[in-house]
Nanobody, 115 residues
Framework: QVQLVESGGGLVQPGGSLRLSCAVS????????MGWYRQAPGKERELVAT???????NYADSVKGRFTISRDGAKNAADLQMNNLKPEDMAVYYC?????????WGRGTQVTVSS
C-alpha cells in the first residue's frame, strides 16, 4: 500500500514558477515509477512527467524544457519544478506511483495560471 499527498499548488502569473511535492508513505526509492499527471476542466487526464526507480525521466512534449521531476530521498517525496508557466498549464495535478504492479493516485492539487 502506498499513500500519496500532494502539496505546492496555487495561483501564479504567466511566466512564473511553482514547485509541487508529493509525499510518499514509504521509501521513494522502493517505488517503480513516480509521476505527475494533470487534468484540466473538460479534458482527459494526461501525463506530465515520470521518473523511474533507476532515475530515468520522461516528459510530455508540452512541458519539456520547463518542468523537471525529481526525487528527494530525505523527504520521501517526488517533486515537480514548473517554470515559465503558461495558462494552458492550469489544471489539477495528480501524483502517481506504480509499486509492484499496483497503481496509486493522490487527491490532486490545483494549479492556476492567470494574470
Amino acid at each position: 500500500q502506498v499513500q500519496l499527498v500532494e502539496s505546492g499548488g496555487g495561483l501564479v502569473q504567466p511566466g512564473g514558477s511553482l514547485r509541487l511535492s508529493c509525499a510518499v508513505s514509504r521509501s521513494i526509492f522502493d517505488i517503480n515509477i513516480m509521476g505527475w499527471y494533470r487534468q484540466a476542466p473538460g479534458k482527459e487526464r494526461e501525463l506530465v512527467a515520470t521518473i523511474t526507480w533507476g532515475g530515468g525521466t520522461n516528459y510530455a512534449d508540452s512541458v519539456k524544457g520547463r518542468f523537471t521531476i525529481s526525487r528527494d530521498g530525505a523527504k520521501n517525496a517526488a517533486d515537480l519544478q514548473m517554470n515559465n508557466l503558461k495558462p494552458e498549464d492550469m489544471a489539477v495535478y495528480y501524483c502517481y506511483a506504480k509499486f509492484f504492479g499496483h497503481e496509486y493516485w493522490g487527491r490532486g492539487t490545483q494549479v492556476t495560471v492567470s494574470s
